[in-house]
């Protein structure tokens, strides 16, 4: 089984910076996933680390730390239009030949003027 | 552009009533996922697919069963809907290969009565 957290509400001001963390335990990693879903909408792909380190992609960054179980999303120069939940998932059991991810409760990012 | 679609973006149904939710996606993938999602409680995973006619018990699958008989085609039963099973339902697919993100269909809002 797993076990995934992260914040569930967090708040910031228009042009700053956020980081959203995500802690998780597993048995057997194979990959971390981070998602965007607006109110009434379904999920996006954002992000995926399954090596140490700091993947970048535009205003949004994302961290893995295998050895602590800690990722983190990296949202620079927050607009409106970054109020959102995001979603972070972890990749461990298999079947079948694939691996199938598990998703923590999800952070809501409210970004105000 | 790929797509997921699901045959219904609201649902309205009777206690002890059979229950048909349809998923297609036009991207060739091998997985197939059935979520739930209600506040508080995150993405839960009822099912999976990884292949046709191939199924795995997700956390939740009390209550539901899933049908593939084609690739493209992944349904969700609830064989006697209940109160509890009002939720928004999420189908998802993801290829076997590479980073194996999901694309996420737009949700069905099933209420039961």
């Known amino acids: 089984g797993q076990n995934i957290d992260q914040p569930t509400e967090m708040t910031a001001t228009e042009g700053a910076i956020v980081q959203i963390n995500c802690t998780y335990q597993t048995s057997g990693f194979n990959g971390l996933f981070w998602y965007q879903q607006h109110a009434g909408e379904a999920p996006t792909f954002l992000s995926y680390?399954?090596?140490?380190g700091l993947e970048e992609k535009g205003r949004f960054s994302s961290f893995l730390s295998r050895s602590k179980g800690y990722s983190y999303l990296l949202l620079k120069e927050l607009q409106m239009k970054d109020s959102a939940s995001y979603l972070c998932a972890v990749r461990d059991r298999a079947s079948g030949g694939s691996y199938i991810p598990t998703f923590g409760r999800g952070t809501s990012l409210i970004v105000h003027p | 552009d790929v797509k997921v679609t699901q045959s219904s973006r609201y649902l309205v149904k009777r206690t002890g009533e059979k229950v048909f939710l349809e998923c297609v996606q036009d991207?060739?993938?091998?997985?197939m996922f059935w979520y739930r999602q209600d506040p508080g409680l995150g993405l839960r995973l009822i099912y999976f697919?990884?292949?046709?006619?191939?199924?795995e018990k997700g956390d939740i699958p009390e209550g539901y069963s899933v049908s593939r008989e084609k690739k493209e085609r992944f349904s969700l039963i609830l064989e006697s809907a209940s109160t509890n099973q009002t939720s928004m339902y999420l189908c998802?697919?993801?290829?076997?290969?590479?980073?194996?993100?999901?694309?996420f269909g737009p949700g069905t809002r099933l209420t039961v009565l």
């Open positions: 680390n399954v090596l140490d």
């Open positions: 991207m060739d993938h091998e997985n």
């Open positions: 697919s990884y292949d046709v006619k191939m199924k």
């Open positions: 998802a697919s993801s290829s076997r290969e590479g980073r194996n993100e999901q694309f």
